[in-house]
């Protein structure tokens, strides 16, 4: 027996010191715990997790880390003390951070962490915290491990990091990761302050400052701070919106009660006058459209008072000079693609609907309302070409180089992925027709974000560097904003003349369509609208436009890529293989529609008697018919 009791003793031992281990364990975490939180709430409510799609609660955590003595320029971010703003960390809370010996460690963040903590807050602001999938743009908080999302872990970061841009409003504005983390902090900034629910927002307060802010006052303290972090950033990022506007709220304010709830938007000089003539008119005659249509234009140099005049005088047009409104930030060397993005922020309409002057229309461009995309997101994308071209893989590289965390929607598309899929597109989006409601909140900071990725002269030479002018701002905004977008499903399609093919293009079922102009189908793949010139051939003909007209027989039908070869390349366009059963020849209800804008081009078009050609060095006068 007595061969039994040793071990049976030696069990009794460990198991009694394995007992007092737990507790001295769970001792020292109360102790934390109350350090961190005197008050003795730790807020579980903030601690939110999900299985199939059912919020459940977790304990705090922290998720922070130590450096003592962070060095100046490290691309490290450190909480404000309590003597600074107020704001201190839990983590902080626990530590000396009011010593004043060397010795003493201070949290911080890497700028990796501060990124992650961004895209999941905002995701979380998306409502995507426990949402159905197929409700799911962002798709952050779904990768997080065992499905717990602590808000205010992801807060404190955030916030840490807002907290250091208020004294630092000089930072290297080619640096686009920096542009994106700046902008991302000022648009988190922005919906707290504005959108968070108050239980939200009081928990956030409470779990922010110390005990030295009164209880009931650290909500009213938190919005201060955030109302000072947003006009010092706003201030950094977009000076140029006051004037007209002294905040971004009043802007906004301004597009959700604007009088004209959508209207259009067109960017063009001298010698888009007539292609802006026609579209103008076709879009009164052939659709009925009477909303309000601007034409913007980059001062006198790129459009004379005789072409601003004859605009001026037509119903419901009004010809703007975008210099004016935004001086500083246009510029005609870059052929005006800075002006875009720029003029849908400065229309004065909720809705705009920008248009290309050489673009035409099959339907309504109003139809583009109705569609799913716009409904779902506040916006509206084309695809451009399903191509790819070694040559452009510039724009993909660069965007995973700034961004490291895609969208679970951008991660469906080919452009960012071109590296590790050999045969996806190296273009994304057409800008030709977008569609954008500058009431929703994040519609309006891609706006701007993308108006300053055009921006003169730093932005622009890092952006067109890396992709073909201002096209793929639009959609890069909003994915490094985690602003739901979403494009029409077909891609660029070719509208032109039919071509003979080789002998093994007709054994293979293939046929080939020569288009200068890309044609974009609906979400139902029907013709909806094309650019490069609409029915003329020299988009810049002045005048004898009978002999400039273009020769359209077939289209070439893009629904999702597959079979899709474009080759023969030259000015303006291409020729493109695909299976026979996406190739047709255009209706006679199209054909009609064709020679009606020719005809009003014809007998229709009145023009002043001379154009000053702004891109001759001489400004020659332009005869016209």
């Not at 409003?169 to 920096?178: A, G, H, L």
């Not at 070719?494 to 093919?501: H, L, Q, V």
């Not at 020719?598 to 008697?609: L, T």
């Amino acid at each position: 027996m007595e061969t039994e009791s040793k071990p049976s003793t030696a069990r009794t031992a460990s198991f009694l010191a394995a007992i007092y281990a737990a507790v001295l364990l769970v001792t020292i975490s109360l102790v934390v715990v109350f350090a961190v939180n005197p008050g003795g709430s730790a807020h579980p409510h903030l601690i939110h997790g999900f299985t199939n799609n059912r919020l459940s609660y977790t304990t705090p955590q922290q998720h922070l880390t130590t450096s003592a003595n962070p060095q100046q320029g490290t691309d490290t971010v450190v909480p404000a003390h309590a003597s600074q703003t107020g704001v201190l960390s839990a983590t902080a809370a626990a530590t000396n951070v009011n010593s004043t010996s060397t010795d003493a460690e201070t949290p911080q963040y890497d700028l990796e962490d501060v990124d992650l903590a961004q895209i999941r807050l905002i995701d979380y602001l998306n409502g995507e915290l426990g949402a159905k999938d197929e409700n799911i743009f962002g798709g952050s908080l779904q990768q997080i491990p065992n499905g717990h999302f602590n808000l205010t872990d992801s807060w404190t970061i955030v916030n840490a990091f807002s907290q250091t841009l208020q004294n630092d409003t000089v930072y290297d504005r080619k640096n686009f990761s920096m542009l994106a983390r700046r902008a991302r902090s000022l648009f988190i900034a922005y919906r707290v302050l504005n959108e968070l629910p108050h239980s939200e927002l009081d928990a956030i307060a409470a779990d922010s400052f110390t005990e030295n802010i009164a209880a009931g006052n650290r909500t009213a303290e938190l919005k201060e701070q955030l109302k000072t972090a947003v006009a010092v950033q706003t201030n950094t990022l977009y000076p140029w919106i006051n004037p007209p506007f002294e905040t971004l709220s009043d802007m906004q304010k301004f597009f959700k009660n604007s009088n004209d709830s959508v209207g259009i938007a067109i960017t063009g000089g001298s010698r888009h006058y007539y292609l802006i003539m026609h579209q103008i008119l076709s879009l009164r005659k052939e659709f009925d459209i009477k909303l309000p249509i601007h034409v913007f234009y980059g001062g006198q140099q790129d459009m004379n008072t005789t072409l601003t005049d004859a605009f001026n005088a037509m119903e419901n047009v009004k010809a703007v000079d975008l210099t004016q409104i935004f001086p500083t930030q246009t510029k005609l060397q870059d052929r005006g693609y800075s002006m875009k993005p720029f003029a849908i922020l400065a229309a004065p309409f909720r809705t705009v609907l920008f248009i290309d002057a050489d673009a035409l229309f099959f339907k309504s461009p109003l139809h583009a309302l109705e569609s799913t995309a716009f409904k779902r997101t506040g916006q509206l994308f084309f695809h451009d070409r399903y191509l790819r071209e070694e040559s452009g893989m510039k724009g993909p590289d660069f965007l995973n180089e700034i961004h490291k965390h895609l969208s679970r929607y951008g991660n469906t598309l080919g452009f960012p992925n071109a590296r590790t899929r050999p045969l996806v597109e190296t273009h994304e989006l057409d800008s030709g027709f977008l569609v954008l409601d500058k009431s929703n909140t994040g519609v309006l900071f891609s706006l701007l974000l993308a108006s300053k990725m055009n921006s003169v002269p730093q932005e622009k030479g890092v952006l067109y560097g890396k992709t073909h002018g201002d096209k793929e701002s639009f959609w890069f905004a909003s994915e490094l904003l985690r602003v739901p977008y979403q494009f029409n499903g077909p891609y660029g399609s070719a509208i032109g003349t039919w071509r003979e093919g080789e002998e093994n293009d007709k054994a293979n079922g293939v046929e080939i369509v020569c288009s200068a102009f890309i044609l974009q189908l609906d979400e139902k793949r029907e013709l909806f609208w094309w650019n490069g010139g609409g029915v003329l051939e020299d988009r810049y003909a002045t005048n004898d436009f009978a002999n400039h007209f273009a020769t359209f027989t077939h289209v070439s039908l893009d629904f999702d890529g597959e079979g899709t070869q474009w080759f023969d390349f030259f000015p303006g366009g291409g020729c493109v293989r695909k299976p026979s059963k996406y190739v047709k020849e255009l209706s006679s209800t199209h054909q009609d529609l064709m020679e009606r804008y020719r005809q009003r081009f014809i007998h229709d078009i009145k023009g002043p008697s001379s154009i000053k050609d702004p891109s001759s060095h001489d400004n020659q006068t332009i005869s016209v018919g």
